[in-house]
Structure formats: structure tokens, C-alpha cells
């Protein structure tokens, strides 16, 4: 039982994540590298004829900038995409070279390190639940007696005549 809370991840379930994880960012990567081309595609048929383009030369400058600005975003979006994948494939090869010669752990020691990690984490939320609920309970009991002395203070005042003076009109 000891022993179950310093067990590492189970390798096949890691390898498995990570899997997952490099396919959802190599189809990321995929569909972007298709918007990409539909975007240069619809730009060579889009229609240039030069009584629009003269119009609308300022409309044209800043379309420039925004397809500039997007296509840099797209492009860094897709550097990122990529350096995350490979840092993800390098941590699988590294978990392979380190858990790939280790034969599966017995059912019983992954039950009991599943049950050691709900049955703490458990106590630890149970313990900080009772922590402030107690602290709940102290701020309401001075909450109260702060209460009761103003309401005594009050009482003190307004016996008091004419110190206030707009009470008496």
C-alpha cells in the first residue's frame, strides 16, 4: 500500500495520451494547411477589374494589412502546432526508452494505488471542508456579537436628547 503512491503513470495509458494528443494537433495542422489553400485559391479568381481597384484603393491597403496579419497569425499558429507536436513525440520516445522494457503492473497494485490516491485525496477534501466550515462558524458568531454591541451603542445614543436634532421636527 506503501508503495502505490509512488508508482509512476502507467506507460501504456501515457503512450496512449500522448497518441491522442499528436493525432488532434497533426489534423490541427492539416486543416489549417487546407484553409490556407483555399485562401490563395480564391484569391487568383476573385475578379480585379481596375475602375473597382481605383475606387477602393484604402479598402484594398487595409484588406492587404488584415490578410498579412492573418496569414503571419496563421503562420505562427501553425510553427506552434508543429514545435508542440514534436515535443510531444520526443516525451513518447523518452517514455519508451524509460517504461518500454517494463512488463504491466499487476491489477491489484493499480487498484490499491486508486484506491490509496481517492481514499487521500478524500481526506485531504473532507479535513479542508471541516477547516472552513469552522472558520465559517467564527466569522458568523463575531458577525453577531458585533452586531448586539452596536445595537446596544444605538439604543445608548438615541437616549441621549437633542443630539439629533432632525429626529425631533
Known amino acids: 500500500m506503501a508503495n502505490a503512491a509512488a508508482l509512476p503513470p502507467l506507460p501504456s495509458v501515457r503512450a496512449k495520451e500522448l497518441e491522442s494528443r499528436a493525432s488532434a494537433l497533426s489534423k490541427r495542422l492539416a486543416s489549417t494547411d487546407d484553409n490556407n489553400r483555399n485562401k490563395d485559391a480564391n484569391d487568383k479568381n476573385a475578379p480585379s477589374e481596375q475602375t473597382e481597384i481605383d475606387a477602393n484603393i484604402s479598402d484594398s491597403r487595409l484588406e492587404k494589412n488584415t490578410q498579412s496579419s492573418s496569414e503571419a497569425s496563421n503562420l505562427a499558429a501553425e510553427k506552434h502546432y508543429r514545435e508542440r507536436l514534436e515535443q510531444i513525440e520526443s516525451l513518447h520516445q523518452k517514455e519508451q526508452k524509460v517504461f518500454g522494457q517494463l512488463p504491466p503492473l499487476d491489477p491489484t497494485v493499480t487498484c490499491d494505488a486508486i ?21 465559517l462558524e467564527g466569522t458568523s458568531h463575531k458577525l453577531s456579537v458585533l452586531e448586539k454591541q452596536m445595537s446596544s451603542l444605538e439604543s445608548k445614543l438615541e437616549s441621549i436628547p437633542g443630539l439629533f436634532p432632525e429626529d425631533e421636527d
Not at 485531504?124 to 469552522?134: E, H, M
Open 115 to 135: 484506491h490509496q490516491y481517492l481514499s487521500t485525496t478524500s481526506q485531504y477534501l473532507n479535513s479542508y471542508i471541516a477547516d472552513a466550515n469552522a472558520s
